[in-house]
């Protein structure tokens, strides 16, 4: 993304985070891709097999999301409804040219720091896993966590705040990332730019479209 500054135009880069809801439902599809589950992954090209070993946890779950979650909601002692959202679920990374030129113990860092932004504004023991992917096309952490308020009620309305919290989550993020990273830039609100949220896998596809830019270019070019 190009931003001017006076008559200068300058590439900007972002850190980066998404946050979904999930109903029970989907929890154990979204376990079984987080965790690298299944067998083999159709749906998603961009996963090298021979690379998984190198992801790795922040926090490591000792059973499956499901089992955690209802665990979870039990031991604060939350009520439960049958369309109630049981998990947030987290992707955060950062724009792609950016954090590709990092080395492997700076993107360990970047991914720390993220983390402790989670950990500190939604509470540590709500974390039920948080996964660092190597193994596609740019680095990227999936983080969940049950939307546990602090008076111990299973909220997400309450604790994600609609829209306006989303907001206030981006400069939030920002704020923290921007401390440890100076040359970040927090992106355009989307009051301004009136874009439409999209999902973790759609941005994934995104950033891999992203790396073959120059293909993509040099074939119109052809055309």
């Not at 992801?55 to 109630?84: C, F, M, Q, T």
């Not at 989303?166 to 939030?172: A, F, H, S, T, V």
């Not at 989307?190 to 949220?197: C, S």
């Amino acid at each position: 993304v190009l931003r001017k500054e006076g008559e200068q135009f300058y590439m900007a880069n972002f850190a980066i985070i998404r946050i979904e809801k999930r109903k029970l439902g989907s929890v154990t599809p979204i376990n079984n891709h987080h965790e690298r589950l299944k067998e083999k992954y159709k749906s998603n090209e961009d996963i090298d097999p021979e690379r998984t070993h190198l992801n790795y946890h922040l926090v490591e779950p000792d059973g499956k999301y499901r089992e955690k979650v209802l665990a979870r909601i039990e031991e604060v002692g939350a009520k439960k409804r049958k369309d109630s959202v049981v998990m947030q679920d987290v992707l955060i990374t950062a724009s792609p040219d950016w954090i590709d030129a990092k080395s492997y113990e700076e993107q360990v860092e970047y991914f720390d720091h993220a983390f402790d932004f989670i950990a500190d504004r939604y509470g540590r023991d709500n974390i039920l896993s948080a996964v660092v992917h190597m193994d596609e096309a740019h680095p990227h952490m999936h983080l969940v966590f049950v939307p546990i308020t602090p008076e111990g009620r299973l909220s997400s309305k309450t604790l994600m705040g609609g829209p306006k919290g989303m907001e206030k989550l981006q400069d939030d993020f920002h704020e923290h990332m921007v401390k440890k990273y100076p040359d970040l830039t927090r992106g355009i609100s989307k009051k301004i730019t009136k874009r439409r949220h999209i999902s973790s896998q759609m941005y994934k596809k995104a950033a891999t479209l992203y790396g073959h830019y120059d293909e993509i270019v040099n074939a119109i070019d052809d055309i």
